[in-house]
């Protein structure tokens, strides 16, 4: 799978949870709050789809690829309950769903991990409400050209 293939799931993953209402109406600045990068300043909560790896998934009358897709939650809530409610609709958008991957084809997206966290802002460590909720998730995303 080539950086660019990388870059096609991605852009398929992305189309999906900015349209996902049940996702986007959690999120500080809604769909604007679903990143690859997150500008300085960004309000909580928000959503990073993150590191990405891939490898060839050839067998038998099959060409395809398998990728892994990291997105992480962050949240400045109380508690991890927000952080989770965030995790859920992420999944449920995800897990075993049907989208497009532009010049592929989705044969399969499964979710093969998730964890939760609590980090110290590193420029407000002390501070109370600079606790950051962080909640990691992993899709196996498995296509293959069009």
Known sequence: MS???L??????VYALLTTTAALTAQL??????????VPEGAPFPYVVLGAAS?????TQGFSGS??????DTYSRGA????????????????????????NQTLVQCRCVESATSVEADG??????????????QKFRIITEPV
């Open 66 to 71: 398998e990728a892994t897709l990291a997105i």
């Open 54 to 58: 891939s490898v060839p998934s050839d």
């Open 79 to 102: 508690g991890m309950e927000e952080t989770r409610r965030i995790m859920s609709a992420i999944y449920d958008a995800l897990h075993a769903a049907v989208f497009s991957v532009p």
């Open 3 to 5: 950086a660019d293939s």
């Open 123 to 136: 420029l407000r460590r002390y501070e109370q409400n600079a606790l950051v909720r962080h909640g990691s």
């Open 7 to 12: 870059w096609d799931v991605q852009t398929g």
């Open 28 to 37: 500080a600045a809604g769909a604007g709050s679903v990143l690859d990068h």
